[in-house]
Each structure stands twice: as structure tokens, then as C-alpha cells.
């Protein structure tokens, strides 16, 4: 059950430096700062978002963006909510509020990836209703469907899509 006390707002680059601090962290201990430059801040910022509690706390992000080469598709580049705050519906509200913001622009689609062996992620991606592809080049690994050498990095690869209904008109 979402938490009504969990609030959303646009992300500012202010809030860089908060979410490189907790993104180590929030990953389980895996370093990957390195995948939030401080441009996602600047350019990325009218389709992503950022969950507070009522105090100021940081409980969760979510950086996305509508792709500039098919512009049906939205792609989740990164999101994770506060250990603290985990099962209570803070992803999926972050996710929710991404797909009603970019259906109305016209997405069609969702996508994001995880490493194979991020369990919580893939088993949270599917009860939203995502999808793990399993086409041609796939492996199953750990039980999921997965692009071995998705990255040219060794790291198997779970890529998860998500076709959104159409809203009202
Ligand atoms: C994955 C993550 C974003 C989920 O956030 P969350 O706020 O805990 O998710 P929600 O509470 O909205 O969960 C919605 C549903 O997803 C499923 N789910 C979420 N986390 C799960 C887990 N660890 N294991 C199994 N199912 C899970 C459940 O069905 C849950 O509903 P329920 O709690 O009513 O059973 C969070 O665990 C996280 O930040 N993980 C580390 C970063 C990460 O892996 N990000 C994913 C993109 S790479």
C-alpha cells in the first residue's frame, strides 16, 4: 500500500549531490555512482523524480527519460527508494507517476534494465507488470531470461518492458 505521506516533486540539480551519497549505499554496497553524472541533474530532470517524506527526507528517485530516438518508448535509467522505506509502495509510486506523466506525452512503452542478479529489482519490475525479454540471445540466469555481455562488462543483463494501456482520452 503506497505510503499517502510519501510526496513527489521534479528532481533540481541541487539534489545531485544527496543522491550520490545514498546510491552506493541503496545499491547494497555496488559502486555505481559512476552512473549518475551530475547531467542527469541538468538535461533529464522535467521527466524524472524525486520522493520525499512530509520532512525532507530522501525516500526514493526515479531518473527517466523519453527516447529521442523513439519517442513511444520511455526508459528508466535509474530509480531506488530508501531501504527505509522499502514495501511500502515507493517504487511503485515513482514508476506510476513516470508512466502516467510520459503516457501522456504519447509513450507507449516502457524499458529498463537490471543485472541478473538483482532479484528484488526484476521480482519488482514484474509485479508492476513488466516484462522480461526473452528474445533471441537470451540466457537464463539465476531463473531469468538475460543478455550475457549486455554491456561488454562480463554482467548478465535483464532488460524489462512494460506496454502501458492507453489512458483516457
Ligand atoms: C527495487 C526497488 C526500487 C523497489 O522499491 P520499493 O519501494 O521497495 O517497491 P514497492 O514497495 O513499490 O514494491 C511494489 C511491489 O514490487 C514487489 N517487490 C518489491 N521489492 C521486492 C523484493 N525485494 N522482492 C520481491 N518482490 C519485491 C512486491 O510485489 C511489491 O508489492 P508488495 O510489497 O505489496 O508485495 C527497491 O528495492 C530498490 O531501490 N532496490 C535497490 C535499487 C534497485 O535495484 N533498483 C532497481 C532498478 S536497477
Do not use: C
Amino acid at each position: 500500500m503506497a505510503d499517502d505521506k510519501i510526496l513527489l516533486r521534479r528532481p533540481l540539480e541541487a539534489d545531485h549531490k544527496g543522491l550520490i551519497r545514498v546510491v552506493d549505499d541503496w545499491w547494497g554496497g555496488r559502486r555505481l555512482r559512476h552512473l549518475l553524472p551530475r547531467l542527469w541533474l541538468q538535461h533529464f530532470t522535467s521527466t524524472s523524480w524525486i520522493a520525499e517524506t512530509p520532512d525532507g527526507a530522501l525516500a526514493g528517485f526515479l531518473i527517466g527519460f523519453v527516447s529521442p530516438d523513439n519517442p513511444a518508448v520511455g526508459y528508466v535509467h535509474m530509480a531506488a527508494t530508501s531501504p527505509n522505506q522499502r514495501r511500502r509502495g515507493v517504487g511503485r509510486q515513482l514508476y506510476g507517476a513516470f508512466a502516467d506523466d510520459l503516457g501522456r506525452r504519447g509513450v507507449r512503452e516502457l524499458r529498463a534494465i537490471t543485472w541478473a542478479g538483482n532479484r528484488g529489482s526484476i521480482a519488482f519490475h514484474q509485479a508492476l507488470g513488466f516484462r522480461v525479454d526473452d528474445g533471441p540471445g537470451t540466457v537464463r540466469v539465476y531463473g531469468a531470461m538475460a543478455y550475457p555481455d549486455y554491456e561488454g562488462d562480463g554482467e548478465d543483463t535483464v532488460v524489462l518492458r512494460l506496454v502501458l494501456e492507453p489512458g483516457p482520452a
